[in-house]
């Protein structure tokens, strides 16, 4: 009798050969929520907790995808392969997973000391750090390889997730620097910034060298699907990130460079405020083309896919960026616009993960 009346339930098995590097981007939108969250210039009542909270959160998304993604690739090798060489319109998701362990490891130093103890988490940072950044050139190089001599590409119908792979070692310059305060000093620590700044410069002049390819393809032959719509927010990536790092170059600079005299650091701070503040510009522009452009797709019924992460990332990286000229300029408009950017990030992360647990839930997205 008990066992007639109890509820009936189907367990679902995940398709795990679906589960591909994609799905990093919700590691990495959940990262830079809390990791943002702690940056802000603006106190809230509650933020380092929230902040905490968003931070572990990912952490756990993280250890969940590694096992996922392990399995994936013992299983389902084929598919694997096939993904990444032959299939350009997946490959280039590779460049998210170097991205969602650089934010976490940096999560881990700013805000998970409370949660895993100061040493510990110091020592993830740095373990995330190094993996991340060894991942990301890998991919900076491997991507652009694959897509020259092997993949069949069209420069017409090029679009903004082709930046993924050269935007991965820019988010390790923006986050290395955080590691030289606990370098020895001298050469570790100078060996770490300058790393940070070639990481930057390749990153940059790589995306300055596809972006208008990305932007000329858009505009012979749109985006090929309703659902790539939130794509368009990734061009915003690169341009908060390289904001972010030309201000953490500029801290570091009197530690890793002590001998360089108070002017060098000054000057530092004078060329990412002018420099941020020139790029930040042109991301509003760009901001408010991708805003108009998802509100006309979702009107016209654009349906929820794991391209909506793509909301998340890049706006976040417009926070920490803008978060950055607030701290060394000391102007309130950039703490409100960090403000207002970061509810925008908040709203859009709390859009995506609910929509992703939920099309997790019915077995829609696996």
């Known amino acids: 009798m008990a066992t007639l009346l109890a509820p009936r339930t189907t367990l679902r098995t995940p398709d795990l050969s679906r589960l591909g590097p994609h799905w990093y981007a919700a590691v990495m939108g959940t990262a830079i929520t809390g990791n943002a969250a702690a940056a802000l210039p603006v106190d809230v009542p509650g933020r380092a907790a929230f902040a905490e909270a968003v931070w572990t959160l990912s952490l756990l998304m993280l250890a969940a995808l590694l096992a996922g993604r392990a399995v994936h690739l013992t299983r389902h090798r084929e598919q694997a392969r096939h993904t990444l060489l032959a299939d350009p319109s997946a490959a280039v998701f ?66 903004p997730t082709w930046l993924l792979p050269v935007v991965a070692p820019m988010v390790s310059a923006a986050l290395g620097p955080a590691l030289v305060p606990h370098l020895p000093a001298g050469a570790p620590r100078q060996a770490l910034l300058y790393g940070c700044v070639a990481m930057f410069g390749a990153s940059l002049l790589a995306t300055l060298a596809l972006l208008p390819v990305v932007l000329g393809g858009l505009l012979h032959s749109k985006l090929p699907a309703l659902v790539l719509t939130p794509s368009l927010f990734l061009v915003l990536g690169p341009l908060g990130q390289s904001t972010t790092a ?121």
């Open 94 to 159: 590779y460049g998210c997973p170097p991205m969602a362990l650089l934010a976490v490891g940096y999560g881990a130093l700013t805000v998970g000391g409370p949660v895993l103890g100061e040493p510990a988490a110091l020592a993830l940072d740095a373990l995330l750090w190094t993996a991340g950044t060894a991942y990301a050139l890998a991919v900076a190089a491997g991507l652009p390889y694959l897509m020259v001599t092997r993949h069949r590409l069209s420069a017409l119908e090029a679009n």
């Open 246 to 366: 030309v201000h953490q170059f500029a801290d570091a600079l009197p530690l890793a460079l002590p001998g360089a005299g108070p002017g060098a650091g000054a000057a530092a701070r004078a060329l990412a405020e002018v420099y941020g503040v020139t790029v930040t510009g042109f991301a509003l522009l760009w901001l408010a083309v991708a805003l108009a452009a998802n509100l006309r797709a979702l009107r016209a019924g654009m349906p929820f896919a794991m391209t909506w992460w793509a909301f998340t990332f890049p706006v976040g990286t417009l926070v920490t960026g803008t978060t950055a000229l607030a701290r060394h300029t000391g102007f309130g408009g950039f703490t409100a616009l960090a403000a207002g950017l970061y509810l925008l990030l908040l709203a859009a992360w709390a859009v995506a993960l609910a929509r992703t647990a939920g099309g997790l839930r019915a077995g829609r997205l696996l």
